[in-house]
């Protein structure tokens, strides 16, 4: 029975290594490091009285340094038990409780189509290596001399040239047997219904394969060399084979480079091809990088799997920084115990290629050192704007930070971060108040942020030890209670809904218009938007609404929604949402609103309970309502945590209608 790759991937990636091999081996607990998950013992291939035999769970892999032997969870049951590779491959399903796949004959030929496209690929990649080294080909090598690659490198990575012909890569491989449908599923060709005669998708461009985590070649990359190109580079479209969200390029050589003796602990993403063959050539194996795109969640999982903790290298100039951002909102409701980021940001206007080329892989091993983790940069995000000199600014920073770390999902993670929030406020505003610069803080607001983000906001000496006096200050510091003059997150999104998507006022227009804000701008903003929908009536689109709505003053007050709801990935309030999923998003919230808006007119009814029993000294009525009154306060916490439902809808569903924009 032939199993597919995917299915293969799965078992192993829910079964740790170390939960098979440790069925056979005792872990010796000194060299054995579990938060690490780097497990060592003696050897059960051959006999030995100290532990050589190494085992580790992130990269699925066991090696003896003794005898030598290595492999995956399958080669250890087949080499030390005597399985056959169905029998282990049956264990290991059995141990991540997945169901064996049953016979499936047209995803046996699914598979074999697949293996046929990727023989096509290869005959692909051959033909542009050749390329490369014809007279054609002369202008891409000098191209790659100037940037300083050597002979050996453009082998390693076959890198080709791709000639300026509609037809050469076509017709070369119909000289070869290959049928026109093979060519168009491999995405070697632009074809359609509309397009009379296909032609080549590359024409002059240098080519980089992109392979697999298999190392089988999947898609191409292709650097224009003419200077007037519509797209500078160009990558192959969805495939059978290549689905660029999920594809790393240089993932497989990158996680080799790992798994040696000497291999380097964690993987690099950096922002290009160039830079990724740049740094390998100059010793730094370990580089990834994403497909032209901003970084994926699956792109993000995928180095995970391979890391703990990888690093993002961006450019030290806006752009980089705001693609960093990214990464912070795609990373964090994602991040658990041991598993998180690092961001490397280079000096401005300098690339990996630029640090490496010059004085080799020094000046970039400097950046990496100085990478920083994730907190840091939430930090960094949130202060760098400066300004915190009002109590109003300060609770704005404040309710920021607490909205932004509260899509972590790892309750514990979560935990430690808005101690760690805590802590960095405590901190930043004692410094940041008049008076307090001769003891090490801040001299104004504007300077302690900037000063904050750089030094992660924390004050000379130690915080640790006050931290339960932090919280306590914190608690009854009136900047929460600043806070309430932003509209809430269950209110915003109630708001920012209807406003992306008016049509939903026609199923429910009395229901939704009756909504009582308690927000004094929402109170403002409802108004005007009802007095816009009445009208224009059912022919309102967004667009025109926005636009009525900034007339009438709002655009500062939409910008903050729209800004709240993406910190909170609450996609479902944004207009990418697909009609279906604002709906189903939109009745969820709107009934936590009203419960909420229930529970909260229940308790102050029991408390006045308790205020008249007290006065008559009623103990058994006041017991009974303050146990009535737990009863609601452990309501209020249930649903609070339900909220979590209305997170992610249209991410899930995929259901979106195009790229996030803001509001203005």
């Not at 070369?172 to 093979?182: D, F, H, I, N, W």
């Not at 001769?438 to 640790?464: D, S, T």
Request: glycine share 10%; proline share 4%.
């Amino acid at each position: 029975m032939r199993f597919s790759n995917d299915f293969l991937d799965e078992i192993r990636d829910r079964v740790p290594i170390s939960a098979v091999v440790g069925r056979r081996v005792t872990w010796d607990r000194k060299k054995t490091n579990v938060s690490r998950q780097d497990y060592w013992a003696c050897c059960p291939f051959h006999g030995e009285k100290s532990p050589s035999f190494h085992c580790e769970d992130r990269k699925g892999r066991y090696h003896c340094f003794g005898c030598g032997v290595s492999g995956d969870h399958f080669r250890f049951l087949t080499d030390l038990e005597g399985l056959s590779f169905i029998e282990a491959v049956q264990q290991v399903a059995d141990m991540a409780g997945v169901a064996m796949p049953q016979p499936d004959p047209q995803a046996e030929r699914r598979e074999r189509e697949r293996t046929t496209l990727q023989d096509v690929m290869e005959m692909a990649t051959q033909f542009f290596q050749d390329q490369l080294q014809t007279a054609n080909g002369a202008r891409a090598r000098a191209y790659l001399r100037e940037r300083g690659l050597t002979g050996r490198t453009i082998e390693t990575f076959r890198l080709g040239y791709a000639p300026e012909s509609r037809n050469a890569l076509k017709e070369y491989l119909a000289s070869k047997g290959v049928p026109k449908e093979q060519i168009e599923a491999c995405g070697l060709v632009v074809h359609g219904p509309d397009i009379p005669v296909s032609y080549d998708r590359f024409r002059d461009r240098i080519m980089f394969p992109i392979l697999s985590s298999r190392d089988k070649v999947i898609a191409f990359g292709g650097r224009a060399m003419a200077a007037d190109a519509m797209a500078k580079y160009l990558n192959s479209n969805e495939t059978e084979l290549f689905h660029k969200g999920n594809v790393l390029y240089n993932f497989a050589r990158a996680r080799r480079a790992m798994q040696g003796a000497d291999g380097a602990d964690t993987l690099i993403a950096v922002e290009g091809y160039m830079d990724v063959i740049a740094l390998h050539q100059a010793g730094i194996e370990n580089a990834v990088a994403p497909l032209g795109t901003a970084l994926t969640e699956n792109q993000l999982q995928l180095m995970w799997k391979t890391t703990p903790v990888p690093v993002l290298c961006f450019d030290g100039d806006g752009a980089g920084q705001r693609a960093a951002f990214r990464a912070v909102d795609l990373a964090l409701p994602h991040i658990k115990p041991g598993q998180s980021l690092r961001f490397a940001m280079l000096p401005d206007g300098k690339d990996p290629d630029d640090l490496v080329k010059r004085d080799g892989r020094q000046p970039f091993d400097r950046v990496l050192s100085e990478a920083r983790p994730l907190a840091e940069m939430v930090w960094m995000r949130e202060t760098q704007a400066g300004g915190f000199d009002t109590p109003e600014k300060r609770a704005e920073l404040e309710a920021k930070l607490k909205q932004v770390v509260t899509v972590i999902a790892d309750e514990n993670v979560r935990r430690h971060y808005q101690q760690d929030v805590r802590d960095r406020l405590y901190a930043f505003f004692q410094g940041s108040q008049p008076g307090r610069a001769e003891r090490g803080g801040f001299q104004n607001g504007g300077r302690g942020a900037g000063q904050g983000a750089r030094n992660g906001g924390r004050p000379p000496g130690p915080v640790a030890s006050s931290r339960g006096t932090i919280s306590d200050r914190l608690a009854r510091s009136g900047l929460v209670r600043g806070a309430l003059d932003q509209p809430t997150l269950r209110e915003s999104v109630l708001a920012l809904t209807i406003v992306n998507h008016p049509q939903l006022l026609e199923d429910e227009y009395d229901e939704i218009a009756a909504i009582d804000y308690e927000n004094v701008g929402l109170q403002k903003l409802w108004s005007s938007l009802l007095t816009a929908v009445a009208e224009a009536g059912s022919s309102l689109t967004r667009e025109v609404l926005i636009q009525k709505l900034e007339a009438h003053g709002h655009g500062t007050l939409l910008r903050g929604l729209d800004q709240q709801i993406r910190n909170a990935r609450l996609w479902i309030a944004t207009e990418i949402a697909a009609s279906e999923d604002a709906r189903e998003g939109y009745g969820q919230a709107l009934a936590l609103y009203k419960r909420a808006r229930a529970l909260k007119r229940q308790r102050m009814e029991l408390e006045r309970e308790i205020a008249e029993a007290t006065e008559t000294e009623d103990g058994s009525r006041i017991e009974q309502v303050i146990s009535a009154l737990h009863e609601v306060q452990l309501e209020v916490a249930r649903m609070e945590n339900q909220e979590a439902i209305i997170d992610g809808f249209g991410v899930m569903s995929g259901r979106v209608k195009g790229p996030a924009t803001g509001h203005g």
